[in-house]
């Protein structure tokens, strides 16, 4: 799984498949239900550890479902395999604005559903009005509202027992000019914070309410701290860093210590951003 994750960390799994349309999803929904084989559903890996034991069963990866269509004046359906990059481009071409808190998050549109993906300038929440998702048990699709996948701060009720295929996305006119300034400013903005090179998740843990996690993080002294090739980044303490070889165990380890030391010190107990999946 390390080939399939931005902190290239992860165990083998059993099996790994990219289906490329919605049909294939189901078959292969269908053939693991009537197998009783288990289904992880990923989509670009940007906010996973996966440990070192791997995945049992079938890795279902959305990464490569990558349609968009304009459907309305400014409502777009879009497929979850699509990089929110893409995403971004595709809407300032049309020049319908929104998106432009995607400027430098990487991933795809499932995983930006699911973790409520954003920035300061907004998030899915705001431009999503219905989702597209499959049930793994027995493969039937389901159709939410906004209001129904209950999204909050990194999180939304879009259970791991579906794989979501899309959404429909409404946005605003805005000329492209306009989107493009906001963007750059956005980029520049996060080129300066965010350590540049190594592999990692971006942020580590949610922020606590009116605080700051990196900043918690660095008021304990643990900015810096290394195990094994996983380090606390230098630049930015709220990012781990991989820096070729590191384990999950070393990554898991490295959180545990953070945490403890933020409880012990601070009195706040960090909340993991990241999802960790697979086995030990
Ligand atoms: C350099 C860097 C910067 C980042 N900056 C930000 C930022 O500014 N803001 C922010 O919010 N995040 C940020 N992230 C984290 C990450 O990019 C987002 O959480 C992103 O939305 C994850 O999308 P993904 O497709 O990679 O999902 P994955 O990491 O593959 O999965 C994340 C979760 O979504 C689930 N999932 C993914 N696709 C599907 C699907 N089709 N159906 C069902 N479940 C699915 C997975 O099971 C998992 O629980 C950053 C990451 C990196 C590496």
Request: proline letters at 4%; a neutral charge; one cysteine or more.
């Amino acid at each position: 799984m390390r080939r399939h994750t931005t902190l290239k960390i992860g165990g083998p799994a059993d099996a790994y498949a990219e289906p490329r349309d919605s049909e294939t999803v189901v078959a292969l929904v269908r053939y693991c239900a009537a197998e009783g084989l288990p289904i992880t559903t990923i989509g670009g890996g940007s906010n996973l550890l996966v440990r070192d034991g791997g995945i049992r069963g079938f890795v279902l990866a959305t990464r490569a479902l990558r349609n968009i269509e304009r459907v309305a004046d400014a409502q777009i359906e879009v497929d979850a395999g699509l990089s929110t990059g893409k995403l971004l481009s595709s809407a300032t071409k049309w020049e319908l604005g929104g998106l432009e808190f995607l400027g430098g998050v990487p991933g795809s549109v499932g995983g930006g559903l699911v973790m409520n993906a954003g920035t300061y300038l907004g998030e899915f929440k705001d431009v999503t009005t219905a989702v597209r998702s499959l049930r793994l048990r027995d493969g039937e699709l389901i159709s939410r509202s906004n209001a129904e996948c209950s999204f909050g701060y990194r999180s939304s009720s879009l259970p791991p027992s579906e794989v979501v295929l899309g959404a429909t996305l409404t946005l605003e006119h805005r000329p492209t000019d306009q989107i493009k300034e906001v963007v750059t400013a956005l980029r520049a903005r996060r080129k300066e914070r965010e350590p540049a090179g190594a592999n990692n998740a971006g942020s580590v843990f949610k922020n606590p309410e009116g605080d700051h996690a990196g900043r918690l993080i660095e008021a304990v002294g643990f900015k810096g701290t290394r195990i094994g090739s996983a380090e606390c980044s230098p630049a930015h303490a709220n990012w781990f860093v991989n820096h070729g070889d590191a384990k999950a165990a070393d990554m898991l380890e490295l959180i545990a210590q953070a945490r403890a030391k933020v409880r012990a010190q601070m009195g706040v107990d960090l909340v993991l951003e990241w999802k960790c999946i697979g086995e030990d």
